[in-house]
Nanobody, 125 residues
């Protein structure tokens, strides 16, 4: 199983970035992809998730209305479109995936067995 995350970088506040996460080696039936982030000195936190088949999504409150999670089934890739970025969005972003995660537990990082390598997003003033 491999998750390859990309798309991070340096952006000014108010700007946009799109993160990508290519998945291989997993059965896409019942797949859930999540995005998490970890800022310096802080614990990892849930950002967003998507059910691969049904497309149901979830967001943490701080990114609602600014971030959009999606997936391209044909490309086996998930995306996190981040708009109106704020200084507090600065973090290493990780994609994670697994199958059969209950909807009620998609925000729990311990439910995911497979993780990408992380991509750094830096928002400057």
């Amino acid at each position: 199983v491999q998750l390859q995350a990309s798309g991070g970088g340096l952006v000014q506040a108010g700007g946009s970035l799109r993160l990508s996460c290519a998945v291989s080696g997993l059965t896409f039936s019942r797949l859930v992809m999540g995005w998490f982030r970890q800022a310096p000195g802080k614990e990892r936190e849930f950002v967003s998730s998507i059910m691969w088949n049904g497309g149901n999504t979830r967001y943490t409150d701080s990114v609602k209305g600014r971030f959009t999670i999606s997936r391209d089934k044909a490309k086996m890739t998930g995306y996190l479109e981040m708009n109106n970025l704020k200084l507090e969005d600065t973090a290493v972003y990780y994609c994670a995936a697994d199958t059969g995660i209950l909807t009620s537990r998609v925000a729990n990082g311990n439910e995911y067995d497979y993780w990408g390598q992380g991509t750094l997003v830096t928002v400057s003033s």
